[in-house]
């Protein structure tokens, strides 16, 4: 069989340009090992009542992020030694490097509530190198609330990631934009990577689609349903509020931010035919990039040089995805059969992820799931195969998770995975929520 | 039975009278005409033969007495001008009558020989005018039509909704396709026969898609068959200026099982009256 031979070719090109700059060599699908890794819950360092919330709070997270992270073997809890560790001084290097944790590194610390203040000391061990074993030592002060106690968690797993991952910021602390009808009304939500937190950021009682977070995390683009009809609108994060954008006349939609937060492109009708167009982060200098009779839709930068840009078309039938030069010159289709719409473009600029359905036709199952695809060799895998309809993925900031919608549960939901396909699991469960959108950082 | 017609002169050659007698077994084919010389067998053969022939009709007309002169009879002429009107509005009426000693109008009341009246009939009226007169009576009649009032405008645009509803069909799609499909031409060409024969309605043109494929292809594929349609429709003669479109994609669908009937009910071009 080739394909599993070429699956394992792309993840091995996809996390070992990843992690090139480190020591640890590690993959999906090769046998190669992750880091073992040991997360003990963090003790109280006071006596106030209210550690405990926090701490439970602060564990959970640290814990998840950790497993989260794709590059860490998280040793199960039941191995771990008894007795709780708070300071360098309770650790006892044997019981975590030996059987039956096994662990190759040590993340603990402490937590305490002091009057209006929480304080938060970690520490990362090399359990196995006795004589300095510390990799990472942190503190953290912020207010004693469990919002505040996630934040920390997520603060020093990201540290641990950057630390252990290639130099590769971690997510924990990224978020996620995504639509959500869950009020009656599509409006565009905001959450944190994990699922937690989400809240509504638009009121505006339409329809509103397609939300796109811009490079920096101040605004978010998206489409919405006004009285002139669909116009692409942007919100600023910091005003809180929908901030002016050109109306340019016909079905704008699906807009994307180029890397550098200049420009933006997006799908607009506007000349009696969906075509592409780019225009500056403020709506001026409009330029069309696209010209033939037929939708065209979904574009996405090249992440890492913002010089191509891929969408989808239909042009030639069923929708497929095609790649230009950022400028329109030089357009191709990129897939070659079946039905492929909504790509991303990965962080590092190798790899697309779209939805497909395949084998489109009579007899065929039609099911639709998420494809990853290297741009150089147009070889792809399958990352979905749990039925459904799995559609808009989008690449998390570090390249090692995409986020997708999935109806496989019943209904349509927000799922993240590695992206190589395995640690599917849903991150929302109220309502439908669909178009997730990934931080850029 | 014979057919005879006989022409015989009676008293004075100068004044002939016609007896006719028709079978009741229909015309002969050979009937003939005699003629007799004025001689008294033949007179009392002949009268005879009339009283024998009895069962035939007879026309004699009897000697006119000599007119007494006669009473002139009445004449009469009524007419209305306007003979159409709106509600609340008048009209005249303009009569003539002579040789009447006694003229009325039906509603109006006893009038003059000749004159005209002003009059705002409720409602479409006859007027009759009766002269009379030692001549007799004679009788004259003029109609004035009232013109319902128009229906207030909110009436009128319900009406034209409706009309709308009932005769403005929705354009179907094949999947994936923006192209009015062979089957939907009779739809599309009587939608433009009374989008055009109603210039004041405005129409918008939602594009509508099946659940299938992403909500951004979705809502593209959506503009692109609402303009298909507004497309056929400016090119059949309807004003481009009175028709919109937008699109829904797959985000308001008007059927949402999961099968094939339904989403042919989905792919469409949605007519929704403005106004």
């Known amino acids: 069989m080739i394909r599993p031979i070429i699956f394992a070719v792309i993840l091995a090109s996809l996390f070992s340009s990843a992690f090139a700059q480190d020591w640890i060599r590690t993959g999906t699908g090769l046998g190669v090992e992750k880091v073992r890794i040991a997360v003990p819950d963090f003790k109280a360092a006071t006596q106030d009542p209210k550690n405990t919330d926090l701490l439970r709070v602060f564990n959970d997270t640290l814990f998840s992020d950790l497993e989260n992270a794709g590059i860490f073997d998280v040793v199960s809890k039941s191995f771990y030694p008894l007795g709780p560790i708070g300071t360098p001084a309770d650790v006892k290097f044997e019981g975590w490097s030996g059987p039956p944790a096994n662990a190759a590194m040590l993340a603990f610390g402490n937590l305490g509530v002091t009057g209006s203040n929480m304080t938060v000391q970690g520490w990362l061990y090399d359990v196995k190198n006795v004589a300095s074993p510390q990799v990472l030592g942190k503190q953290y002060g912020d207010a004693p609330t469990p919002d505040a106690a996630r934040l920390t968690a997520h603060k020093f797993a990201d540290e641990i990631i950057f630390r252990l991952g290639g130099g590769i910021q971690g997510i924990a602390e990224s978020k996620i934009v995504f639509v959500s009808s869950r009020t009656g009304k599509k409006e565009i939500w905001e959450m944190d990577y994990d699922g937690n937190n989400q809240h509504q950021v638009t009121h505006l009682g339409s329809i509103s689609l397609s939300p796109r977070f811009s490079p920096d995390g101040s605004r978010i683009a998206f489409s919405s349903l006004t009285k002139s009809g669909w116009d692409i609108l942007m919100y600023s994060l910091e005003l809180d509020r929908v901030v002016a954008f050109p109306r340019f006349g016909g079905t704008n939609v699906s807009p994307a931010w180029a890397p550098d937060g200049t420009k933006i492109a997006f799908s607009s009708s506007r000349s009696g035919d969906p075509e592409i167009y780019v225009a500056e982060a403020a709506g001026t200098n409009l330029k069309r990039i696209t010209s033939f009779k037929g939708p065209d839709v979904s574009p996405t930068w090249n992440r890492k040089t913002g010089a191509q840009i891929a969408w989808v078309s239909g042009r030639s039938g069923l929708p497929q995805i095609y790649m230009s030069e950022a400028d329109g010159t030089n357009a191709q289709r990129f897939t070659e059969e079946g039905y492929a719409v909504s790509p991303s473009w990965s962080p590092n600029g190798q790899f697309l992820t779209f939805s497909w359905i395949r084998h489109y036709g009579p007899g065929a199952p039609g099911a639709q799931d998420i494809y990853l695809m290297d741009i150089a060799s147009k070889q792809w895998v399958q990352l979905t195969h749990d039925g459904g309809r799995n559609d808009s993925p989008c690449w998390s900031p570090d390249g090692r998770h995409i986020v997708f919608q999935s109806n496989r549960s019943g209904t349509e939901q927000i799922w993240t995975m590695l992206a190589d396909g395995t640690a599917q699991k849903p991150v929302t469960a109220s309502g439908r929520n669909s178009q997730p959108n990934w931080s850029w950082k | ?275």
């Open chain 2, 1 to 275: 039975m014979r057919f005879l017609q006989r022409r015989l002169p009676f008293r004075a050659a100068a004044d002939e009278r016609r007896l006719t007698c028709a079978t009741r077994l229909g015309t002969h084919p050979h009937g003939g005409e005699v003629k007799l010389k004025l001689k008294w067998i033949s007179l009392i053969l002949a009268l005879s033969a009339v009283i024998m022939l009895s069962a035939c009709k007879k026309k004699v007309a009897p000697p006119p007495p000599p007119p007494p002169p006669p009473p002139a009879a009445p004449t009469a002429s009524l007419t209305a001008n306007p003979n159409a009107i709106d509600k609340g509005q008048s009209s005249t009426l303009n009569w003539e009558t002579s040789n009447a000693t006694d003229v009325s109008i039906d509603g109006v009341g006893a009038v003059r020989p000749t004159g005209s009246q002003s009059v705002t009939p409720p409602e479409s009226t006859t007027y009759t005018l009766t002269a009379k007169g030692p001549g007799g009576t004679q009788q004259a009649t003029a109609r004035v039509t009232v013109n319902a009032p128009p229906p207030p405008p909110t009436a009128s645009s319900a009406t034209e909704e409706e009309l709308f509803s009932q005769n403005v069909k929705d354009i179907y799609f094949d999947y994936d396709k923006s192209d009015v499909r062979g089957d939907q031409q009779s739809s599309l060409q009587s939608d433009v026969a009374f989008l055009r024969q109603h210039p004041n309605i405005g129409v918008t043109v939602e594009g509508h898609c099946d659940e299938r494929g992403s909500t951004e292809y979705n809502l593209a594929l959506g503009d692109s068959r609402a303009s298909a349609v507004r497309n056929a429709l400016v090119q059949g003669g309807v004003a481009g200026d009175h028709v919109k479109t937008i699109s829904y994609g797959k985000e308001r669908p008007f059927c949402t099982e999961s099968n094939e009937q339904c989403w042919q009910q989905n792919r469409r071009g949605h007519f929704v009256y403005q106004k």
